[in-house]
């Protein structure tokens, strides 16, 4: 692959900001393909809301491991498929955030919306990829960003995701439609931090790791528990609990992701 690309950050008055680019790629295998980008943000300073905006289109190649790999599952070999062609994409997306310094709080959403034209993916027995001619995804992603005091403060994000097969009509595999995340962080101490991360994951549509048959799957939830110590400017202690709660879940169906584990460690820094 060859590739060029430009990139400019510019701003223009006060308030309107932006990122335009563009970018050529020319394979081996595969046609030259030009794509660009144009994101753009304008800040209301009185109400301390930022409006923001972006269209772009995309282009990616197969991998070397799409193409020629070779695996085994419970399915049975996985093999690349050589025929594939490469996938291109055109999506949009318009949000605001905005900020609430009374309650020292910020919060945000964005709708967006991808085509996408032969999408890489792999095939309903699972035994090698495919090219999907047209999926379309779109949703929402909303964000609350709160301080409640100089050491304690917390993210919540969430997202809504539908990402379609429009031949079909029928949601794509391991794409969940819904997800949150609720982030807490508390330094007791200058030199001492506490982070908990709680994550919920919506129904999905899979693939039965028995019959290969397109299967719909139920939610989960986990907890991950991090802390860290700064002894000194050369040491740092750390330890992390994932899976704190000890949730037996599958992701994607047929595996089985490990119970609760416990990780302690050091860092040392010559600075």
Known sequence: NNAVYFQDQFN???????????????????????????????????SGTRLKGSYATGFKAPTLTQLYGVSVSSFGPFTGNPDLDSETSKGWEL????????????????????????????DDTFTTN???????????????????????NSTLSYSYTRAVDRQTDQNLRRRPLQKAVLNLAYTPRDDLGMYLENILIGNRY????????????????????????????????????????????????????PGR??????????R
Request: proline share 2%.
């Open 12 to 46: 223009a008055g006060e308030n309107l900001s932006g990122t335009a680019g563009v970018r050529y790629d020319d394979y081996e295998d595969f046609s030259a393909r030009t794509t660009w980008r144009l994101a753009l943000s304008y800040d209301l300073p009185a």
């Open 206 to 257: 899979d693939t039965d790791p028995i019959t290969g048959a397109r299967i719909r799957r139920g939610s989960y939830f986990i907890s991950n528990l991090a802390t860290s110590w700064n002894v000194n400017r050369h040491w740092e202690l750390f330890g992390r609990v994932e899976n704190l709660f000890d949730r037996d879940y599958e992701e994607p169906a047929g595996f089985e992701q």
């Open 95 to 122: 949000g605001f955030e905005q900020a609430l310094e009374r309650i020292r709080s910020q919060f945000g959403a964005t709708y967006y919306r991808n085509d996408i034209d032969d999408l890489i993916t792999f």
């Open 130 to 152: 495919i090219n999907r001619e047209e999926v379309r995804t779109y949703g929402v992603e909303a964000f609350l960003k709160t301080e409640f005091t100089s050491r304690l």
């Open 261 to 270: 584990g416990v990780y302690v460690g050091v860092k040392a820094s010559t």
